[in-house]
Every structure is written in C-alpha cells, then in structure tokens.
C-alpha cells in the first residue's frame, strides 16, 4: 500500500465542481504540511494550494484562488481533501497530494518528500 492515495479525479464539464481525497494510509502524515499539485501534459508539476499541519495557514496559487479551497481532518485517513469549483478546461491534469517534514510551507515540488500516485482530472469545454 501506498503511505498516500488520492481518489476523486473524474471527467467533468467546465463549471462542475469535484472533491479530491488524499488518504494518509498509515497515519504518517498528521503533523506534516501538506498541499496539492498538479501536472498537466508537457509542463512541470506546479503548486496549487497548500495547508501546515494545524490547518492555520493555507497558499493557493493564483489561478484557483476564490475556486479551490483546501481542507485537512487530522482525525481521519482521508486527511486532505481539495474542494474545486467552477472548474475550467485549463485545470486539466494530475492531481497529486504531497506532504513535507518542512517547518515552512514551500511552493516549490523538491521541498515535498512524499507524494501519492495521482488522480486524473479531465474539464472539458
């Protein structure tokens, strides 16, 4: 088993709205700082909203901000949750839940050491 799992990729038409799921599988990950990224084809992996472990701060990068809201339950396996509304053909990609030992929430993949596998996410128009 994987120590992160995501779960709730779909394909949708713009405007729809998803959930995203990242289970922590073993309970690792409770007082890390986690986020999501996403990987459309031929670009990098690009950050898109973030949360320290106590869920006090949250990042979001420009794009979905007032879209996408992040959540975190440290008392459940599904312990990061990525709420996406009116989603647009450009949010196409894969979804990825990251976790990092970092004290401070960075931006960037190499600060992350634990990824799960993804979860596919298609708008069309």
């Known amino acids: 088993q994987e120590p992160l799992v995501e779960s709730g990729g779909a394909v949708v038409q713009a405007g729809s709205s998803l959930t995203l799921s990242c289970v922590d599988t073993?309970?690792?990950?409770?007082?890390?700082?986690m986020a999501w990224f996403r990987q459309a084809p031929g670009k990098e992996r690009q950050f898109v909203a973030g949360?320290?472990?106590?869920?006090?701060?949250?990042?979001y990068e420009d794009s979905v901000k007032g879209r996408f809201t992040i959540f975190r339950n440290n008392t459940q396996k599904a312990l990061l949750l990525l709420q996406m509304n009116n989603l647009e053909p450009e949010d196409t990609a894969v979804y990825y839940c990251?976790?990092?030992?970092?004290?401070?929430?960075?931006?960037?993949?190499?600060?992350?050491?634990?990824w799960g596998q993804g979860t596919q996410v298609t708008v069309s128009s």
């Open positions: 073993f309970g690792n990950f409770k007082k890390h700082g």
């Open positions: 949360l320290t472990w106590r869920g006090r701060d949250s990042f």
């Open positions: 990251a976790a990092t030992t970092s004290i401070h929430l960075r931006r960037a993949a190499d600060a992350y050491e634990y």
